[in-house]
């Protein structure tokens, strides 16, 4: 009697089979008012992991700026890798920043994208070109007077899933792209290889998410609540003068994270503010499970979500050619948020453009912060010896 043997089904969620009892064993974040919590419940953010075993694994200092590579291991899934950057010397406590990268369709890196390395991955440069404006965003704001950490978030850079041996749904439609690339000619690198991947595969990650009672969206801003504990902990951070900025899908994380974090007292939202009703029904495709949490829009528009954080002021900058969502929508969104903000809360410019971070919105971007912060934005003079950073 022969037997058919069937193939073995490759994890849906490789990397992260420790993810499902780690999330369903865990408790909700408590934010710290009902507004905020609604939130939560929405997003199903889980109670953030305390990061454990934090390393300083390399330390260089360049142009005026110490960056030092930490990690740090969360309660599931590989561990998280972020950059500190700050001003050469600095010696009294500065204020903190979190810097949130955005989507951009490149999960094979993360942060990295933000911040001057010595040594940049290709993936990163492009990212850092195509969506920044060739500027290392993270490096840049350090050098204004803050102490930056960038990290990797849920499913991007070292937090990201392992496609070497992808799920089905996700091999067919790489398998899709391969031989596109083929009859196009075109050699594709390992970053690209994973994206292609990554991209198909988020779809599965959204689906685990909602069954398990989360969402993408959640487990990202799980991570950016850890690495906000992790900046608000270091040695020289005044944890009472901490802010953060995204650019895109950070921009969107920046939002969530000053609605659930009472720690934010500044942010700044770049490229990623609209009115739900403007991506019907022709934007919704140019948009991830970052933004699209189900459910969400019956807490109210997207614009809404800000009255929930207890911000002391926030920017909101708009590209008026950005692909990504309509003028209208943009608009009726600044319109909305002067109406919900009293005056100096809410600020909103409006520039012109696609979907990039130039250089200009950067700088008003940083002196934004530098103003909600506290902090004069001169770079240092007389820098005094480098002190290494000790935990």
């Given at each position: 009697m022969n037997e058919t043997i069937q193939p073995v089904r490759p994890s849906a969620i490789p990397g992260y089979e420790d993810w499902p009892d780690w999330v369903r064993q865990r408790p909700r974040y408590q934010a710290s008012g009902p507004a905020a919590q609604e939130l939560s419940d929405a997003l199903g953010v889980p109670v953030p992991s305390a990061?454990?075993?934090l390393q300083v694994h390399g330390?260089?200092?360049?142009?005026?700026?110490?960056?030092?590579?930490?990690s740090w291991q969360l309660g599931f899934g590989p561990r998280t890798t972020g950059?500190?950057?700050?001003?050469?010397?600095?010696?009294?406590?500065?204020?903190?920043?979190?810097?949130?990268?955005?989507?951009?369709g490149n999960k094979f890196g993360g942060a990295d994208r933000l911040v001057e390395l010595p040594h940049?991955?290709?993936s990163a440069a492009a990212a850092r070109v195509g969506h920044y404006d060739g500027h290392a965003l993270a490096t840049d704001v350090a050098r204004r007077g803050f102490a930056v950490l960038a990290h990797d978030g849920f499913a991007w850079g070292s937090r990201r899933f392992d496609l070497a041996d992808p799920p089905w749904r996700t091999a067919s439609a790489v398998d899709a792209?391969?031989?596109q690339w083929r009859e196009d000619g075109v050699e594709p690198s390992e970053a690209d290889l994973y994206n292609a991947a990554a991209g198909f595969h988020e779809d599965t990650v959204a689906k685990a998410s909602g069954l398990l009672g989360t969402s993408l969206?959640?487990?990202?801003?799980?991570d950016d609540l850890a690495a906000l504990e992790v900046l608000a902990g270091l040695p020289g951070i005044d944890r009472d003068r901490l802010g953060c900025l995204g650019f895109s899908g950070g921009g969107g994380r920046s939002l969530i994270l000053a609605a659930l974090s009472p720690r934010i007292r500044t942010y700044v939202v770049t490229c990623m503010m609209t009115t739900f009703q403007s991506l019907l029904p022709a934007y919704l495709d140019a948009h991830s499970w970052l933004l699209q949490t189900p459910g969400l829009w019956k807490l109210g528009d997207w614009p809404e979500l800000t009255t929930r954080s207890?911000?002391?002021?926030?920017?909101?900058?708009?590209?008026?050619?950005?692909p990504l969502f309509p003028e209208a929508g943009m608009r009726d969104a600044h319109n909305k948020l002067k109406s919900l903000h009293s005056t100096g809360a809410y600020t909103g410019s409006f520039w012109p453009g696609g979907h990039?971070?130039?250089a200009r919105m950067q700088q008003e971007a940083i002196s934004f912060l530098s103003a909600g912060l506290g902090t004069g934005g001169q770079r240092p003079q007389n820098r005094p010896t480098f002190q290494p950073l000790s935990l």
């Open positions: 990061p454990e075993d330390e260089d200092t360049h142009d005026g700026v110490t960056t030092s590579r930490l950059w500190l950057v700050r001003p050469a010397g600095s010696v009294e406590p500065l204020p903190g920043v979190l810097a949130l990268h955005c989507h951009g940049t991955h290709p792209r391969k031989a969206a959640g487990m990202v801003a799980h207890g911000a002391g002021s926030f920017l909101v900058q708009y590209a008026l050619a950005d990039v971070f130039t």
